[in-house]
């Protein structure tokens, strides 16, 4: 069965965002490449100034089956950084004290808080909100509300 990761542009902070989400769960990154590091090639155009410095894909390791990667939009390579409401990663929580933790760490300077951690019809704790770096998150825990 095929993974399914959460894959996460920028424009420009992705390194700092990375540092942020590292942080929040307490893991390494697997790497992380700059468009600076693409060797150059005799047929093609140099990088875009805009690109030096930027990341162009890096990882951080949320558990044994789940990854959260990320890059920056490069205006050079023809691409736009568009941000939107139509995608939200969902950490769907095993206890309590994981939901408060994550809520915690990741609503840290948010932007948008559409729904502070608290009990609904559908969960014993659930939140939603766009983080800092105008990720948008839902952090979700059943417990003994568990749908049929």
Known sequence: MAKVHAYLNFNGDCNQAFDFYQKVFNSERSGTYFYD????????????????????HTAVKINNE????????VEGFGHALTNGNSTYIMLDVESPEEAKQ???ALSEGARVMEMELGETFFAELYSSFQ????INWMIH???NKKMG
Do not use: R
């Open 37 to 56: 590091d693409i060797p150059a090639e005799p047929n093609q155009p140099p990088l875009p100034e805009d690109a030096k410095g930027k990341v162009m």
């Open 66 to 73: 789940t990854m959260l990667m990320g890059s920056d939009v």
């Open 102 to 104: 994550y809520y915690d």
């Open 141 to 143: 825990f059943e417990g």
């Open 131 to 134: 983080d800092k770096f105008g």
